[in-house]
């Protein structure tokens, strides 16, 4: 899976007006949520605020094309950032915080905005390249979907709710 190997996700929102916001956020997945972290006052807390419903692009594409696209539900945390950001989410990012001159107590305070994003229903896109080793044409790339519902989400007519 595409959350185990890559360092950034982009996070896809809609503005108030119907125009699409595109930014790539440092994350860390817990098996069934990926959780992302803000400035408060950012166009994508003003953006979820007003339409939760969100999509995730992952991975790499490489010559294969080979991401993933997650359809999600994006919920603002009640927590700040200082309680949410775990030794691991600190770990994965070490060497690009220091590259970037940044202490986690520092992100935290300036990113203090927690994001949880929650998959609905996930599309697999790309997969073999056009043509093979040898520049002869090959299987198109798979446009597949395989539909998700991690334990705790359900529709309904009025939205996506959490919990039981």
């Known amino acids: 899976m595409a959350l185990q190997r890559t360092s950034v996700v982009w996070l896809s929102s809609v503005r108030p007006d119907g125009g699409p916001h595109v930014v790539p956020l440092w994350f860390l997945w817990d098996g069934e949520s990926i959780l992302v972290f803000s400035k408060p006052d950012a166009q994508k807390v003003r953006n979820v605020r007003a339409e ?6 992952v991975g790499e594409p490489g ?5 993933e696209l997650i359809d999600a539900v994006a919920e603002l945390a009640r927590e700040p950032s ?12 070490a060497d690009l915080a220091d590259r970037a001159g940044i202490t986690f107590d520092r992100f935290a305070a300036v990113y203090e905005q927690p994001i949880w994003i929650r998959p609905t229903r996930w599309l697999d896109w790309g997969g073999a390249g056009w043509t093979d080793v040898d520049g002869d044409a090959a299987d198109p790339p798979r446009h597949g979907r395989r539909v998700v519902r991690p334990s705790g989400v359900s529709s309904s007519e009025d939205g996506y709710h959490f919990g039981p």
């Open 82 to 93: 200082s309680r949410l950001l775990s030794d691991e989410f600190a770990r994965k990012y």
């Open 63 to 67: 010559l294969a094309f080979d991401v």
């Open 52 to 57: 939760p419903r969100v999509m995730v692009a």
